[in-house]
């Protein structure tokens, strides 16, 4: 073989292996990352992963620089993004820094600064474990642990500034901060500038103190987050400071593919449009919003423009097929067709949503159930508390008002000056809004999505209360009241993680606390009532049923 054609075959097996790292295929070694036929390229993945919102986190350098508190490894090293649910990411393709899945580069137009924040894919993106390969899940819930994530961001920096600081540490890390503009007096500068972050942050847990509220009484744990509670404090106590609750209703990260489609989505069917969802949500994240009354009132960090192309990149997700290969055994059809007519006799008339009549632009969707609490009967919380909670206005002048319309008129305005500003046109408009109004309602109900992908939600109800689908078929007695989340063991059987503690960083799910209960959504003989929605199923009827809802 001539040297020149040697050299080509060389350069083609090197081209190919690196493309396959970069997919996620590690080659001979544990733990191989396979992908699911979901729609995506690795380009369209890349830009689900880091497309900048408009949150803000840390200032982006601070970001890099940190180490962890109690060594001297980076923040963002592999283990430790680990062990807090975060999937790191070495694809340079449209991340230089190697930020992890879910984290963004992103630029603050009102303060002209560099911040990393978080995209959706933070905790809608998930990875399984099953006979040492793992699959990814794009779209899917994530085991991302935000309360200590949070936790130990400020650890890091309170031991470079805090009260018992580490010389060494913010030395190294004022040095990787400023590079070539360190001196004594920056170093001086970046110090206060850290410390009054720092207060910051502490502003919130102050003002409960003085309220004599518990901010977070439940532990949100591995895939959980109360956004409607810890979102609306972030936003709603800019307007007044009576505005803070208690969030204690953490909810489980919901897939994302064919949310699209539905006409109400979160748990509680509260929000009916996707970019008025998505705005809100990224307000949520602390990006920079002036409510103050000026020329600059319901100016954001947040681009509707940004947030219309990543809308486009969700729909152009599909939900996850049943992997057999990698579970070693195909899916048994005789009991999926067994398990079908269960579905179409027990579930059908609830997760399977019908069409809207066409609207002004002839486009219809699904008409999604949301069952009131009392014939679900899951935890209450959540619901209750996003329909109870009042909002004081304050500069806004309108007084007092329902989270919900608060929220629908703050999105609205964020919405029609950008709109104005940028000159959209209206057919443009209709689009990014996704042809429908944006409307905010807060009903004592929760949402019955479709079942598609179902296999890869767990665990289940809103609250993550159930550790996999067998025991969400199965009466209120034969489920685990304590069992352990954040490792990504999966049971293909039972369908849902492991229940067993796996790592030292596990979270332990206690049912019987305040926002966890695991009650409701019951199979048993008796009246249709309190949470009971259809007759006792049998065995064997729970394992057909199972063997149908794989293949959804």
């Known amino acids: 073989m001539c040297p020149r054609i040697t050299r080509l075959l060389l350069i083609f097996i090197l081209t190919v292996l690196l493309g396959l790292l970069w997919c996620g295929i590690t080659l001979g070694q544990k733990n191989e990352i396979h992908y699911l036929e979901q729609g995506f390229n690795e380009g369209i993945r890349q830009n689900f992963y880091h497309a900048p919102q408009g949150t803000r986190l840390l200032p982006y350098s ?29 694809n340079p393709l449209k ?19 560099t911040w990393v924040g978080l995209t959706c894919a933070a905790c809608h993106t998930s990875e399984i474990s099953y006979n040492d390969q793992t699959i990814r899940i794009d779209g899917g819930p994530s085991l991302f642990d935000a309360m200590v994530f949070a936790e130990k961001i400020a650890s890091g920096l309170d031991v470079l500034v805090g009260e018992h600081s580490d010389e060494e540490k913010f030395y190294r890390f004022s040095k990787a901060v400023l590079k070539d503009q360190y001196n004594e007096h920056s170093r001086e500068i970046l110090k206060k500038t850290v410390k009054n972050f720092l207060r910051l942050q502490q502003v919130p847990q102050k003002v409960a103190e003085s309220l004599q509220i518990e901010l977070y009484p439940t532990n949100w744990g591995s895939g959980r987050l109360d956004a409607l509670g810890r979102g609306g404090n972030s936003v709603l106590l800019q307007l007044d400071r009576s505005n803070l609750r208690s969030a204690n209703a953490p909810v489980s990260f919901p897939a994302i593919w064919n949310t699209w489609t539905l006409n109400w989505v979160q748990w509680n069917g509260s929000i009916m449009q996707p970019l008025g969802r998505n705005l809100l949500q990224a307000i949520g994240q602390n990006a920079n919003l002036i409510l103050e009354p000026n020329n ?22 599909r939900p996850p097929v049943w992997p057999s ?106 689009s990014w809004n996704g042809y429908r109004q944006n409307r905010i309602q807060a009903p004592l109900a929760y949402i019955a999505r479709p079942h598609s992908g179902v296999w890869a939600l767990a665990p289940y109800l809103h609250n993550g209360s159930i550790p996999n689908l067998y ?7 034969e489920r685990e009241n304590v069992f352990y989340v954040g490792h990504s063991d999966f049971d293909p059987a039972h369908v ?57």
């Open 95 to 113: 991340n230089s820094d190697r930020l992890p899945v879910g984290f963004a580069k992103t630029y603050d137009s009102i303060g002209k600064e």
């Open 62 to 90: 601070w970001f890099l620089a940190l180490e962890q508190a109690k060594n001297i490894n980076r923040f963002l090293d592999d283990d430790n993004l680990r062990q807090l649910g975060i999937i790191p990411d070495h």
């Open 296 to 317: 600059d009132q319901f100016r954001t960090s947040v681009s509707i423009k940004d947030l219309a192309a990543i809308e486009e990149i969700v729909q152009s997700l």
């Open 471 to 477: 025991q969400l078929l199965s009466p209120l007695e």
């Open 325 to 430: 290969q990698i579970f070693g055994k195909p899916l048994n059809q005789e009991k999926a067709g067994r398990g079908a007519k269960l579905y179409e006799q027990h579930c059908a008339h609830c997760h399977v949503p019908n069409l809207t009549i066409p609207n002004k632009n002839g486009q219809r969707f699904k008409s999604v159930h949301l069952i009131p609490l009392n014939e679900i009967g899951t935890d209450p919380l959540s619901a209750t508390n996003f329909h109870s909670r009042t909002v004081n206005t304050g500069p806004l002048g309108w007084g007092l008002l329902t989270v919900a319309d608060t929220a629908e008129y703050l999105t609205s305005q964020i919405m029609a000056k950008q709109y104005l500003e940028q000159a959209i046109p209206e057919h443009q408009q209709d």
């Open 496 to 552: 849902g993680y492991e229940t067993e503690k796996k790592d030292a960083t596990d979270f332990k799910f206690d049912t019987t606390l305040p926002g966890n209960s695991n009650a409701g959504h019951e199979f048993r003989d008796g009246p249709r009532q309190n949470g009971v929605i259809g007759p006792s199923l049998s065995e064997s009827e729970r394992w057909d049923l199972i063997e149908y809802l794989k293949t959804l």
